[in-house]
């Protein structure tokens, strides 16, 4: 993994530790371990690859780079996976390694996103959140998204409870 600015290594240029490139079939497997972390219902490596494939999409992965004088690895913190339609864009995931979270993870991505759909034309991000996701929905209030909607019974949960999901929008 290379970082997406090799000049500081970070996706912020505040946190060293966070380093973002591009999510491409070839880190699938990565992003599928890291849905598991995060979803009940994860998606594979093929339901990565083919979302990849949607004219449109692009993912982002974030990282913490390794130490080779420590022999040791990259670390993989979370990723997102979007998709834009003319002036709007979809958050379809966007997950962050249990371990990893609440140390500006989820903000780097989302920054990254916001910067990529500008540079687009893209003045819409949409997404989906369960209701019973506070973390979740507290980082995208912080980052600008309000509430436009709600899904009645959206997400199954385990044992067959039904949860509502919120429909929020952010405007860039």
Known sequence: MT???P???????????????????????????LHAKGFDDAWDEDAIIRLLDVPGAFGILAYRPGDAAKNAEDQPLGFVLMQTVLDE???NTITVDPDARRMGVGRALLDAVTDRLQECGVNR?????AVDNDGAIALYR??????????????ARAGGRKVDALVLERLI
Request: no cysteine.
């Open 3 to 5: 970082p997406a600015n």
């Open 7 to 33: 000049n500081d290594g970070s996706a912020d240029g505040k946190n060293p530790q966070i380093a973002l490139v591009p999510l491409t079939a070839a880190f699938a497997s990565v992003a599928s371990a």
């Open 89 to 91: 864009a979809e958050i």
């Open 125 to 129: 991000i949409l997404l989906e959140v």
């Open 142 to 155: 912080q980052n600008g998204f309000s509430e436009v909607g709600r899904r009645k019974g959206y997400y």
